[in-house]
């Protein structure tokens, strides 16, 4: 099946840094996701995007398909920024496969 | 407002008791999905319904067992319970394939050890 793998596994910033978290895919997708986990466990939709690049406020992805990798970047950090991303690809009808998440902490 | 409630936030139980983890999604979403969340294995999907009464196995279904009666009610079932199945559950819906850029929607876990 499609392995996904996140990197790094964790991430200590200052308030005000910028940082990209990267997702590697080991096959061709439709569907890829970057979802929010806050430190309370709630998991929220960031993006949706298979290819190109998207951008909503501080944060922007970017997915290279033909090279199966995504980026998440992250400018001007806020400690409300902390928690777990994760990359999420379709992996079947109705199957979403995850990588095991970057986490990000973010001090003021 | 998209709405996804479990049943408890935070639950203890015994080795080989009957767990119930309860999911209730108000959106009227056809599919709905349970994962498990492990540190360093994200998140795992153990089984998920397409359709009232109807289930299918995902990646990790030994030891669990679901029930979808109605179409707002998905319910996961551990019928005897282990301690490596000590983990966060999470539960999510999402509508039918009607787009591509659907996603699915979370609810806010639970938190299960078992002793």
């Known amino acids: 099946g499609i392995q996904v793998e996140q990197s790094p596994p964790d991430l200590i910033l200052q308030e005000g840094a910028n940082s990209t978290l990267r997702c590697n895919f080991s096959d061709s997708v439709n569907n890829l996701q970057w979802f929010h986990q806050n430190p309370w466990g709630q998991l929220i939709n960031l993006f949706y995007?298979?290819?190109g690049t998207k951008q909503n406020g501080r944060l922007s992805a970017t997915t290279v398909a033909t090279e199966r990798y995504s980026l998440l970047y992250i400018s001007s950090s806020q400690t409300t920024d902390s928690g777990v991303y994760f990359c999420?690809?379709?992996?079947?009808?109705?199957?979403?496969?995850f990588g095991a998440g970057t986490r990000l902490a973010v001090h003021p | 407002d998209v709405k996804v409630t479990q049943s408890s936030r935070y639950l203890v139980k015994r080795t080989g008791e009957k767990v119930f983890l309860e999911c209730v999604q108000d959106m009227d979403h056809e599919n709905m999905f349970w994962y498990r969340q492990d540190p360093g294995l994200g998140l795992r999907l153990i089984y998920f319904s397409y359709d009232v009464k109807m289930k299918e196995k995902g990646d990790i279904p030994e030891g669990y067992s679901v029930s979808r009666e109605k179409k707002e009610r998905f319910s996961l079932i551990l019928e005897s319970a282990s301690t490596n199945q000590t983990s966060m559950y999470l539960c999510?819906?999402?509508?039918?394939?009607?787009?591509?850029?659907?996603?699915?929607?979370f609810g806010p876990g639970t938190r299960l050890t078992v002793l």
């Open positions: 999420a690809v379709e992996g079947g009808y109705n199957k979403l496969i």
């Open positions: 999510a819906s999402k509508p039918l394939a009607e787009s591509s850029t659907d996603t699915q929607y």
């Open positions: 995007i298979p290819s």
